[in-house]
């Protein structure tokens, strides 16, 4: 993952779509303003930002219609196609904060800043992380292979916080609001809570 972390970014913005840290977008970029966007970033830092419109956004302007808190993303890899689109796939870095956006930019940028989130008590971060877990391993099916591979991967990771994001992002991923509420807590031991208690529900409602 990248060490640079420059005080402004390119975005992306798309409606209702939310990257977290440490996961993986993959994304077709077909817009003029995006190719010249992705152009400039695999030249520079690989960095851009993801920026997600709210659902009940009404303004025409679609800046003014994002949410506050987005996520730096860092091209893993990408590939330009004959008609100058081109398919990447972006990993989740760190949680940003967009503080100003500039005006007549030939694609989306915005000052930014880097969101460090707060630190845990270790001892409630390892509990509920481990309950997180068994919680993951109670929903997934015995033949789901890639649920079943998933899991292994969250219990060799060391980090709370990034638990909650994958798990959140994999298992709750099709409720978007629900993801952008996780971007926005930048408590571990909150966040981890609020996954937990949101998986364990959608589970027992659907038994």
Sequence with gaps: MPHARPPSLPAIILPECTLLPQCVLPLHIFEARYRAMVADALGSYRLF????????????NEI????????????????????GTSNLMLQGAQRIRFTDWEEDAEYPTASVEWIQCDEACIDAETDLTNHLLDAVDD??????????AMLKHLRSVNDGGTVADLVAYHFLGSNQQFLQEVLNETHCVDR????YDTLTSTHSDSQ
Excluded: Q
Excluded at 78 to 83: A, E, F, R
């Design 139 to 148: 929903m997934i099916c015995d033949n789901d292979d890639a649920a079943i």
């Design 49 to 60: 930002a993801v920026a997600s419109t709210r659902p009940d956004a009404c303004s025409l």
């Design 64 to 83: 003014e219609n994002t949410h506050k808190v987005g996520c730096a993303g860092f091209i893993r890899a990408c590939v330009t196609n004959d008609d």
């Design 192 to 195: 981890l809570a609020m996954v």
